[in-house]
């Protein structure tokens, strides 16, 4: 028998204590504005449907797996996608697949579809272990007592990705300027603006937004310049033109009809892949870093796959797929900190839903964030444990009852990119670093549009002896390029 000090103790990760009772109107809307995270009580954890009146209407939250089901998937067509999430997306994602509805839709989805095939995602493998070893090679030059904040550092890495994936021949402008204006779009498009919930018509400029509009004029303007330049040299010399997304965008045609995508279309899904893939994967990494750091045992069992999987001359383009405990992480990971905390329907016609009637208007509210951590659906909800996503025990969670990517016919289309990438990235990370949290720092869930660590995650970062395998990989990387 093990002794006592063998046998891993159970990590709590920081999370709010669910409430006992709620809270007043008015603290109620503090917290939703806050973090609203901090306002679930503990009914939400334990039962299948909780209906709440709010001073903006009343809303369901349901945490029944078939009752899930039944909003995402038998009777999605009775569910629309509710008009604040369409009041706070910019203008820019209104033509994307993200907002669309309807036809409109599924002419979108299934003319899409092929760009994030299995296949397709695959040949990214590439970019996204070079943007792995760039990281890498920043965190390696960092003195010893540096403090790197590698939630940043992650948004980095993403945004670098998608960048790479999407036009990858450059900008055709300065690289510096573009980041800059594209950092700030995306961070002005999260934002809730006042007159927004207060559901003011469009035409009331957003105040939140006045300031920034030369940087997302900038950033439109550098988006259709770069389009007009491909659809050129696509025109001129298709042969040499790289099979990246935009180039896949521009030439996707609808199976069904033979129709292309429009130019809005194409800038809107541009636009939507931008802002729908990186703050949510960078959020899904930086967690899986976090949780890391606070597990030796996890921590070695994801280096030393890595060195097995992506060693010298062994680099595979399934590598994704062999990282099965690196992958087992991640998914934890998402489980405990959903990046999409909630995701929420508009009932057209009323419904039952796990035995209570849902009146037409209902904000059906299906948060990731509870369901994960359900008392009726796990065991140890609050606890990390990446063993419940090895093969043998991954089968047995329920398939509505773990939804870090939606469900359904609008489950989220990144999704085989997203889990790639950061399978990849947190493989190469843990090959070449040991990680620790900088003292004092008190780690916290914030939910803003995307569930993020509140305040970064500022980490030592020393380097592994004999952890580097930029070189070998490189060598190896070639070999199915
Ligand atoms: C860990 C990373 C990611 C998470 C957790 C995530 C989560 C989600 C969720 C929950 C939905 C469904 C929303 C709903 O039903 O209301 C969704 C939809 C979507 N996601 Fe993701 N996502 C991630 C990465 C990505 C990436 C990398 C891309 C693209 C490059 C992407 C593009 C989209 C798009 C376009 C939709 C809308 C699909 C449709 O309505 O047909 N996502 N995502």
Not at 205 to 232: G, Q
Not at 276 to 281: D, K, M, S
Not at 405 to 417: K, Q, S, Y
């Amino acid at each position: 028998m093990p002794s006592a000090a063998f046998i891993p103790s159970k990590f709590c990760p920081p999370a709010p204590t669910p409430l006992a009772q709620p809270l007043g109107a008015i603290a109620l809307l503090r917290t939703l504005r806050d973090n609203p995270l901090e306002a679930w009580t503990q009914r939400f954890f334990e039962q299948p449907i909780v209906t709440m009146r709010l001073p903006f209407g009343t809303a369901a939250a349901v945490s029944e797996p078939a009752a899930i089901r039944r909003v995402l998937l038998d009777n999605a067509a009775n569910y629309r996608k509710d008009t604040l999430q369409r009041r706070i997306v910019s203008a820019g994602l209104a033509h994307g697949l993200l907002m669309a509805e309807e036809e409109q839709w599924r002419f979108q989805r299934r003319t899409l579809a092929p760009l994030f095939s299995r296949k397709a995602v695959m040949g990214f493998a590439p970019v996204m272990l070079q943007a792995a070893d760039a990281m890498a090679a920043r965190w390696e030059a960092a003195e010893e007592d540096d403090t790197i904040d590698v939630a940043a550092e992650a948004t980095r890495l993403t945004l670098d990705v998608l960048r790479q994936t999407i036009f990858s021949d450059g900008l055709g402008r300065d690289t510096e300027d573009f980041q800059e204006a594209m950092r700030c779009y995306f961070d002005t498009i999260g934002q809730i603006d006042p007159f927004d919930l207060l559901d003011l018509p469009d035409m009331i400029p957003r105040f939140t937004r006045w300031k920034v509009r030369p940087a997302l004029r900038f950033f439109e303007s550098a988006v259709d310049d770069i389009i007009a330049r491909r659809r050129r040299r696509l025109a001129e010399e298709p042969n040499e033109v790289q099979r990246d997304i935009l180039t896949l965008l521009l030439e996707a045609q609808d199976a069904e009809t033979g129709r292309s995508l429009s130019e809005a279309e194409v800038k809107s899904n541009i636009i939507t892949f931008i802002a729908a893939g990186h703050e949510t994967t960078a959020n899904a990494l930086a967690w899986s870093l976090y949780l890391l750091s606070q597990s030796p045992e996890w921590s070695e069992r994801v280096a030393a796959e890595a060195r097995r999987e992506l060693g010298a001359g062994r680099m595979r383009e399934d590598a994704a797929d062999r990282l099965i405990e690196t992958r087992a992480v991640i998914e934890e990971a998402i489980r405990l900190y959903p990046p999409l905390a909630a995701i929420s329907r508009e009932a057209i016609a009323a419904d039952e839903l796990a035995g209570e009637t849902v009146a037409a208007g209902t904000t059906v509210v299906i948060a990731p964030y509870v369901l994960h951590r359900h008392r009726q659906l796990w065991d140890d909800p609050d606890v990390f444990d990446p063993t419940r996503f090895l093969p043998g025990a991954r089968e047995a969670i329920d398939r509505y009852g773990y939804l870090p990517f939606g469900a359904g016919p609008r489950i989220c289309i990144g999704a085989t990119f997203a889990l790639q990438e950061a399978t990849l990235v947190l493989a190469t990370v843990m090959r070449r670093f040991e990680l620790r949290l900088a003292p004092g720092f008190a780690v916290w869930p914030l939910q803003r549009v995307t569930l993020r660590p509140r305040g970064g995650l500022p980490m030592r970062v020393t380097p592994r002896r004999g952890g580097r395998g930029v070189a070998d990989r490189e060598r190896a990387a070639r070999i199915y390029l």
